[in-house]
């Protein structure tokens, strides 16, 4: 075997998962994002060792500081260190935007995998609600349920996965109709499977790197959703911190105390550039076809 045919043999001989990993770390971009991603989880899950203040206790006697050695992002219009609302709102942003996947993820695979697999009417009644949901951008549809639902966190978590799922249910479909003609679908089938087993045992497991792309981008969305939500009243209710609703309250003071939105508009950005920037490694690093580029 020549030098030049050995590392390309090597390369065959690796392993799906080695070699993912492998693409996604070569990512520079995709390597930051995910090191974003940790360092505010980090942050939301140390948040009562981390915070310096309580992020509900308020002084009448620092209402709007500017940002000091003492409070380095300053104060709000009710005395509260804005650094420690940041650090625990970073636990209802990344919360809502992780279970709201999650859900999303739960309740629209299933159902894309039965239209996929079952075809016929029931594939039809699906497809046709799911492309009305479709239709509706998706933070509009996401108020409406927010503001039926009523204002809460949980509720709005549970109206940004409602919101989320159609395009988990379209992808899920799409996968399901393309496995549905394989050879190793119709052995399952022959050897007496149920349609159940054929779904989340041999269909399932071949879609997951699509749905893990879809999932880390959804993320993205779900904490802008969140962050809308919240500004509008229908998601973390005061005094409670979240960065869309310190949004909301900083509006007022734009012109005298713009640290108020700085610190927390900044911290959205950031985060979803992270998840973007994750799911765009995570798509070329599980694309078969990459090494072939």
Do not use: C, Y
């Not at 065959?12 to 693409?23: D, F, L, N």
């Not at 996968?175 to 349609?195: F, H």
């Amino acid at each position: 075997m020549s030098t030049t045919t050995a590392p390309a043999a090597l390369a065959r001989g690796e392993s799906p998962g080695r070699r993912a990993v492998r693409r996604f770390l070569r990512h520079r971009l995709a390597l930051f994002g995910l090191i974003v991603v940790v360092a505010f989880v980090l942050i939301a899950a140390f948040a009562p060792w981390i915070a310096p203040f309580d992020p509900i206790e308020t002084s009448w006697s620092r209402i709007r500081r500017p940002p000091s050695e003492a409070h380095w992002f300053g104060t709000d219009e009710n005395g509260r260190d804005v650094m420690s609302r940041l650090i625990w709102g970073a636990r209802a942003s990344l919360m809502a935007g992780v279970i709201s996947v999650l859900g999303a993820v739960a309740l629209g695979v299933p159902i894309g995998l039965l239209a996929g697999l079952a075809g016929g009417w029931v594939d039809a009644v699906i497809s046709r609600i799911s492309d009305a949901m479709l239709s509706i951008p998706f933070l509009i549809l996401a108020i409406a349920l927010a503001a039926f639902l009523g204002p809460a966190l949980e509720n709005a978590m549970i109206a940004i996965a409602i919101s989320a799922s159609p395009v988990f249910v379209r992808l899920a479909r799409g996968m399901a109709l393309d496995a549905k003609s394989t050879d190793w679908v119709e052995a399952a089938r022959s050897l007496g499977n149920p349609p159940w087993r054929t779904a989340f045992v041999h269909v399932l497991p071949n879609i997951i790197p699509p749905l893990l792309v879809q999932s880390t981008l959804s993320i993205a969305e779900a904490i802008i959703a969140e962050a809308s939500l919240s500004f509008l009243g229908l998601g973390q209710q005061p005094p409670q911190p979240s960065w869309g609703s310190m949004l909301n309250s900083a509006q007022r003071f734009l012109e005298t105390a713009p640290w108020l939105a700085i610190a927390p508009g900044a911290a959205i950005f950031v985060v979803v550039l992270a998840f973007n920037l994750m799911g765009d490694g995570l798509r070329d690093a599980l694309d078969p076809r990459a090494d072939r580029r």
